[in-house]
């Protein structure tokens, strides 16, 4: 079993910044691979979306909606952040980190437990 423990949301005015954390840790003696992790985002009565993503040579993709304002980035212990510029009310979601895995060798998706990011006009 592998545990995506995000951090970071929170209330915040148009045209500012926050900045999401989501680390990975796996059930000690667990052997997990991650292909890739991101961030998906809810906001109420809409689908759950996906907001950027970034794979395991490090290469990373934005929704349209959200290129040039966020970032994301990852360390080698595959703790992901996401920084988020230029915020607008539009942006207010639950933000769940996920990860494809491979996991005891078989594939296997997580999610984290979701982060409220509120954005004030």
């Known amino acids: 079993q592998v545990q995506l423990v995000e951090s970071g949301g929170g209330l915040v005015q148009a045209g500012g910044s926050l900045r999401l954390s989501c680390a990975a840790s796996?059930?000690?003696?667990?052997?997990?691979?991650?292909?890739?992790m991101g961030w998906y985002r809810q906001a109420p009565g809409k689908q759950r979306e996906l907001v950027a993503y970034i794979s395991r040579s490090g290469t990373t993709n934005y929704t349209d909606s959200v290129k040039g304002r966020f970032i994301l980035s990852r360390s080698s212990a595959w703790i992901l952040y996401l920084q988020m510029n230029s915020l607008k009310p539009e942006d207010t979601a639950v933000y769940y980190c996920?990860?494809?895995?491979?996991?005891?060798?078989?594939?296997?998706?997580?999610w984290g437990q979701g982060t409220q990011v509120t954005v004030s006009s």
């Open positions: 796996a059930a000690s003696g667990s052997s997990f691979s991650i292909n890739t």
């Open positions: 996920n990860a494809d895995m491979t996991l005891g060798g078989i594939p296997t998706r997580s």
